[in-house]
């Protein structure tokens, strides 16, 4: 036991040194983290919490953002359940926060793990544990993931997949041969699965070959079977309907700053003597192995995933390697040479200390911390913000937008507009997850029109027509639903006062303006097919960058359910949107376009439900929602997408019911999780049971 304690003080004096790092007292502190990602991901775990998991899901619709997106389809969910069910005993601010550091104080235990399962001594622990954990204070980059400053900017997922992949390897090459190790290994790798998938392709290439290793192929056969099963009700609808994302378009290409940063050169002779020191170990060929995959997997042209994310599995093993290869080599010298066990630990620890010196690490931008940690209510213009929060909880629901720029690092950020939902009972046309929802891919337009000029706005497709015009902007926001807009700069602010009148809000630069309510359903006068040799979203895109008042929208009907009208400039919203209004505030659609019994068309959103009354029979019906293939209608033909990324019904009686509904893959999905299991509970009830013979 005394043998144990002292093995435990490595990785505990690590984690230590993180939490000192990471200044507890800030990072724990009450609030609303503000300026990164980090806020934005509250939403989505306050509709885990309170919607879906009560229901017993993961995976559903929200309204919130978008005009609609998929909650945790596209995006992974275990650290969200986490949160989720910590918010309940603490709160969700301060189990977000939690959740954001404690995979990067947890580390150097995981790397403690790997080196017991890889049969290493204390020295050669303690320089993988110390040096390994090192790799949090990386300065070099920012966003990639598995360092201090990408959990900062909101990559805490990625962190949580780090940690469990560092166990998963560590479990696949462990000198036991228990089966035990196959079932945890696939625990391990699940778990990997469901907090980030980028290590996890890293971690097959570094797998892959230990399976030309006998000993080892069934224990990984085994825990990738049990993986698949345990993480199946989340990946096969996620992919399976991967071509209903919004594609960010990434064109950022990793360089020789991004493989060979300043830290990595220092120590990568190091970390090659390590992997020659112990290619023996099935654990460290399979960290190798994975350093080398995540090299190859960052040379590859795509577009879905930033090619550089997988780099941090790089920086990890070279740290780790170089760690416990440091003190492969020392180890002849004194005081390594003694016999005692405290003497080797300490001497592991000063050694790999010294390392830290030599690698020479920067640190964390302690400025950036501390005005992401201090939170939203921090910021100089919280009083703003809370004024226009204030002022929006008693004004109709209405779908929200904002003028994008640097000036809302004053406020708090872009994010910390994008939790008005999670305040108050409006939408927002932004948000967080635009990979979820292709409607994100239009918005650099608004943002480009209605931003401070000259600013960049990325997110990643060029946007040639856009121009910096405000008041344009206004019909626009209209088209697309919006009732309310936020400005923070005086020239945004005075040229859209020109067409939307005077703001309901004006505090310390922030204005919102009511741009008129706007029909989330109305009576489709006109519409126009799209080209058939091209991508409906790419001309969607098109449609929307000329768009212009009265342009009728493109429907993509495959059945012939509408056929295409000879129209030419009849106006969508009709005299109203030529002129700049928006639609017909009793909700009934454009007046003169569809004649009187328009009128009685409403809708209302229930959940992930849209429920249509008084609807036209045989009339085409444009819905303000975002088009998914998963929609299904009750009284309706389609729903078929319209530009830019909204859906069109043909009712087929007078009430009409639009459900979000799991794909056939979901439920498959669902029963081999349930299956994984049940099979993870037989296992460990039949080991319980042969360890109570043995121990008879």
Do not use: K
């Not at 619709?61 to 969910?77: E, H, I």
């Not at 960290?287 to 879905?304: I, T, Y």
Request: net charge positive; glycine share 12%.
């Amino acid at each position: 036991a005394r043998t144990r304690l002292r093995s435990l003080l490595v990785p505990g004096l690590a984690s230590l040194a993180v939490l000192v790092v990471l200044d507890p007292l800030r990072w724990l502190g009450p609030g609303v983290p503000a300026l990164t990602d980090l806020p934005g991901h509250l939403l989505p775990i306050h509709i885990l919490a309170e919607d879906l998991l009560p229901r017993g899901r993961i995976q559903g619709w929200s309204f919130d953002w978008f005009a609609g997106f998929p909650v945790y389809r596209y995006y992974f969910p275990l650290p969200g359940i986490l949160t989720a069910l910590l918010g309940e005993v603490v709160g969700l601010p301060l189990a977000l926060r939690a959740m954001v550091g404690a995979p990067l104080v947890l580390l150097p235990w995981a790397l403690w793990l790997f080196a017991r399962a890889a049969g290493l001594d204390g020295p050669r622990t303690a320089g993988l544990v110390v040096v390994g954990a090192s790799s949090v204070l990386m300065a070099s980059h920012r966003i990639m993931g598995g360092n201090i400053a990408s959990v900062v900017a909101g990559e805490f997922s990625y962190a949580w997949a780090l940690l469990f992949l560092v166990l998963h390897l560590g479990l696949l090459g462990a000198e036991s041969r228990s089966r035990r190790t196959a079932v945890w290994a696939g625990v391990a790798l699940a778990a990997a699965v469901l907090s980030h998938v980028v290590p996890v392709m890293v971690a097959a290439l570094g797998t892959a070959p230990l399976l030309l290793t006998r000993r080892l192929r069934g224990r990984i056969l085994a825990a990738w079977a049990l993986t698949g099963l345990l993480t199946a009700a989340w990946f096969l609808p996620m992919a399976l309907s991967l071509d209903q994302v919004g594609s960010p378009r990434w064109a950022f290409a990793p360089g020789w700053n991004d493989l060979l940063p300043t830290e990595l050169v220092l120590i990568l002779p190091a970390a090659l003597y390590g992997m020659w020191a112990f290619r023996r170990r099935a654990a460290a060929v399979a960290l190798a192995a994975a350093a080398g995959g995540a090299l190859v997997l960052a040379m590859v042209p795509q577009e879905l995933v930033m090619r550089a994310r997988p780099l941090p599995v790089w920086y990890l093993a070279v740290h780790m390697l170089a760690g416990a290869g440091t003190m492969h080599a020392l180890s002849g010298a004194w005081p390594l040479r003694s016999g005692r066990t405290p003497v080797r630990v300490l001497g592991g620890l000063v050694a790999a200390g010294l390392w830290l010196v030599v690698v020479g690490v920067r640190g964390v931008d302690r400025e950036h911390w501390a005005g992401v940690m201090d939170g939203l209510d921090a910021r100089p213009g919280a009083a703003a913000r809370a004024a226009v929060v204030a002022r929006l909880q008693e004004l109709p629901p209405g779908r929200v937008h904002w003028e994008e720029g640097p000036g809302l690092v004053h406020y708090g950020g872009t994010h910390g507009l994008g939790l008005i939902p999670y305040w108050t009972h409006h939408s927002t046309l932004s948000g967080l997850l635009r990979e979820s929802a292709p409607l994100s891919e239009f918005l650099p337009v608004l943002d480009t029109e209605l931003g401070e000029p000259g600013a960049t706005f990325e997110y990643a497709r060029q946007v040639p027509r856009a121009t910096h015009d405000p008041a344009g902007a206004v019909p626009r926001l209209r088209m697309l639903g919006v009732r309310y807009l936020i400005t923070h700069t005086d020239t945004a602010a005075t040229l859209v006062a020109e067409v939307a009148g005077p703001p309901r809000v004006e505090a310390a630069g922030l204005r919102l303006f009511d741009l008129g309510p706007a029909a989330l359903v109305e009576p489709l006068p006109c519409w126009r097919a799209p080209e058939a040799d091209a991508p409906f979203r790419e001309q969607a895109i098109a449609w929307f960058q000329a768009w212009e008042p009265g342009a009728p929208p493109l429907v993509d009907v495959s059945d012939g359910a509408l056929p295409d009208p000879a129209c030419d400039r009849v106006a969508l919203n009709g005299d109203a949107a030529r002129a700049g209004a928006g639609p017909d505030p009793s909700g009934a659609g454009p007046a003169g376009s569809a004649g009187p019994a328009a009128a009685a068309v409403a809708a209302e959103i229930e959940g992930d439900r849209i429920r249509i009354t008084g609807a036209r029979v045989g009339v085409p019906h444009l819905l303000r929602a975002s088009y998914h293939t998963d929609w299904r209608a009750e009284g309706a033909r389609g729903p078929y997408p319209a530009s830019p990324w909204f859906m069109v019904v043909v009712p087929e009686r007078p009430e009409v019911v639009l459900t979000f509904r799991a794909p056939p893959a979901q439920w498959v999905g669902r029963v081999l999780t349930a299956a994984g299991l049940i099979l993870l509970g037989g296992l460990a009830v039949a080991g319980r049971r042969a360890r109570g013979r043995r121990a008879g």
